[in-house]
């Protein structure tokens, strides 16, 4: 199945960053049935960990088992020297986590706000460091001034040049590329690939897309599976808005679900082999139980997967 934009999402604004307020994806659980894949559980303790702590802990160590997986462990792979960069770093915490593990290494932190420059008080605050990492860089392609990784600049308007000044080793992109905006998902891909050397490697992680039960990214509000497939717009919508009395940024968040691009797994494969990519790893988990309804509305392979890694060669 291939995303095309629809009438309702035309001309609409680019999402390229994760929000801080709530969970930076869907991480993994077994409550909405059985799930497929290698990912690591999530830890208890992640229920009452800060935003902050989540985001340094968790990211950091998931793309590190993916690429071991991938039979390329990043602590072999990245020599002196080497450059890493972060498409889509959000507010920083995982850019800042792989300047301080690779102290020999750059690290890039690139996206549309300006929200990433936030990790450095954070720092202080949940970990104690006031020592400022000097292999850390962060860019902004777009010119949202924003504190919650939430960015309205329109695709055409996003400077993308920041990737051209540099040569990385390694990428990572992780529950980013389905908020790129549809009209520059292929441009998006094929930036990132001329900025990798020969032999660079890309992690790329979406969870949860778009199909899937949780997809709409409004799974705190509306729990029920599928509601975003089920409900037309106008109803799903007053489900959401119906929260805004419990103080849940309703706003955001539906800004936030109407940019989703709507890609699937293959989708994102396809626009990463089409960028010049070699998939070397790639895990899928599939979650849940669609109805007969769905199953004959949609391609069953897009309800089921719920999350893609990617881990890729140029």
């Given amino acids: 199945m291939e995303a095309k934009p629809d009438s309702e999402m035309e001309g609409r604004s680019c999402l390229i960053s994760h929000t801080p307020l709530f969970r930076v994806c869907e991480l993994p659980t077994s409550s909405h049935g059985p799930t497929d894949g290698d990912a690591p559980e999530l830890p208890k303790i992640f229920d009452v960990m800060s935003q902050f702590l989540l985001k340094y802990n968790y990211i950091y160590e998931s793309v590190m088992a993916d690429m071991a997986k991938a039979g390329v462990p990043l602590r072999d792979f990245l020599a002196e020297g080497s450059r890493i960069l972060e498409y889509g770093a959000g507010t920083g915490e995982s850019a800042y986590r792989f ?3 690779f102290g020999n290494c750059e690290v890039h932190g690139v996206d549309l706000h300006n929200a990433f420059e936030g990790v450095f008080e954070a720092a202080i605050r949940e ?3 006031t020592d400022r990492p000097g292999n850390l860089h962060f860019g902004q392609m777009g010119a949202s001034q924003s504190t919650i990784a939430i960015a309205n600049d329109e695709a055409s308007t996003i400077d993308r040049s920041y990737l051209a000044q540099h ?4 990428c990572f992109s992780w529950c980013v590329f389905e908020h790129v905006d549809i009209t ?3 441009a998006t891909m094929s930036d990132i690939y001329d900025s990798l050397v020969p ?3 890309l992690h790329l992680k979406i969870n949860p897309l778009f199909f899937s039960l949780r997809g709409s990214h409004l799974h705190s509000i509306v729990p029920e599976p599928w509601a975003h497939l ?3 717009h106008q109803t799903l919508k007053k489900k959401v808005y119906a929260d ?3 103080g849940m ?3 955001m968040m539906w800004h936030q679900y109407e940019t989703l691009n709507r890609i699937t797994a293959d989708d994102l494969k396809r626009y990463a082999e089409q960028a010049g990519f070699e998939i070397i790893y790639q895990q899928r988990q599939r979650e849940g139980k669609p109805s007969a309804a769905l199953a004959s509305a949609y391609c069953m392979e897009a309800l089921l997967v719920k999350d893609i890694v990617l881990v890729c060669r140029k």
């Fill in 99 to 101: 300047a301080r593990e």
């Fill in 127 to 129: 970990l104690g460091d």
């Fill in 167 to 170: 040569k990385f080793n390694f």
């Fill in 184 to 186: 520059i998902i292929s």
């Fill in 199 to 201: 032999g660079g490697l």
């Fill in 230 to 232: 089920i409900y037309d």
């Fill in 244 to 246: 805004a009395a419990r």
């Fill in 249 to 251: 940024p309703v706003d």
